[in-house]
């Protein structure tokens, strides 16, 4: 056994093995984990036309330190300094995009939760979406513009104050009145939280997407963009054509008819469905309360 152990420290002593323990793998995992969506968020934005320009000026000045270019080297070590800041600047949209993709995540939700909804209590009430859909199809029969914003987990203040300021319940004479032309509120976007309107002629930013169909105008631009800042789902109603659109998440669904939209309204409701034992105890009573009623 000494003369194996021998042999292997003789002729394998350049062979280095490391002690690798769980928190090696642990630690191996997360970093191949963050590394891998980095690179997929830098391929999926804006960010990677800006790294490809910044690998170009770093092989630039490789070669101009290989060559001695003492000018290039002086003025690239002067402006060093400032290079980070210059960079959060350049990548500011996508970082914020990055950090608000980050706070949704359903894991973060479970341990900062700071909604307040009761189980079986959904973002908003089906008769909001009844109200909704209704909206969407007369204003396309009319040709009638509409940018409705809903509200979902991020905040949307900051729009909200652009405009002017409600606080209605949301329904279809309402929301037909504010989008009729010639009217002071009709111009803009309408924001939605939960069941109430709370303000109109809201300014949106404008999607900077070079892909998007030429047919497509302001409107549907501005959709898009409040998207891709936020999880809001907007419904537009385009004024030329009539033709009913979702934007949720950055994507564009076009030509929706009263069932599709509906069912892209369901979507953000975010049912929380109650315990069996708790809903049937709750039937119970009402069915109680029924019967009451009906003897009364």
């Given at each position: ?35 891998y ?48 800041i ?7 949209p996508?970082?914020?995009?990055a ?61 909200e ?6 606080d ?7 929301l ?41 105008g ?34 564009l669904?076009?030509n929706?008819?009263?069932?599709a939209?509906?069912k ?5 409701q975010?049912?929380q ?24």
């Amino acid at each position: 056994m000494d003369g194996i152990s021998t042999f292997f420290s003789t002729y394998f002593d350049w062979l280095y093995l490391p002690r690798v323990t769980w928190t090696d793998v642990l630690d191996i995992i997360i970093i191949a984990y963050l590394v891998y969506h980095i690179l997929v968020w830098f391929k999926t934005s804006r960010a990677w036309t800006l790294l490809k320009g910044i690998l170009v000026l770093a092989l630039f000045l490789g070669i101009a330190a290989l060559l001695h270019l003492n000018s290039i080297l002086w003025i690239a070590r002067n402006i060093s300094s400032v290079l980070f800041i210059a960079l959060i600047i350049l990548f500011q949209p996508e970082l914020r995009r990055a950090l608000d993709e980050l706070g949704r995540k359903r894991l973060l939700n479970r341990f900062f939760n700071f909604e307040d909804r009761e189980e079986g209590v959904s973002r908003f009430s089906d008769k909001t979406v009844y109200e909704l859909v209704r909206t969407a199809s007369e204003l396309s029969k009319a040709k009638t513009g509409a940018l409705i914003v809903i509200e979902h987990d991020t905040p949307l203040g900051e729009y909200e104050r652009t405009g002017i300021s409600l606080d209605a319940v949301v329904t279809r004479q309402l929301l037909v009145n504010i989008f009729e032309k010639n009217t002071p509120l009709h111009d803009g976007a309408v924001i939605i939280r939960e069941n109430r309107v709370v303000a109109a002629t809201c300014y949106l930013p404008l999607t900077e997407r070079g892909d998007l169909n030429k047919e497509l105008g302001t409107r549907h631009r501005a959709g898009l963009g409040i998207s891709e800042t936020t999880d809001s789902m907007t419904i537009i109603v385009s004024e030329e054509t009539g033709a009913v659109s979702v934007a949720y998440r950055g994507q564009l669904v076009r030509n929706l008819n009263d069932d599709a939209l509906r069912k892209q309204l369901e979507k953000l409701q975010d049912k929380q469905m109650e315990p069996r034992r708790k809903r049937w105890k709750k039937g119970g009573q009402n069915d109680e309360r029924s019967s009451k009623k009906e003897s009364v």
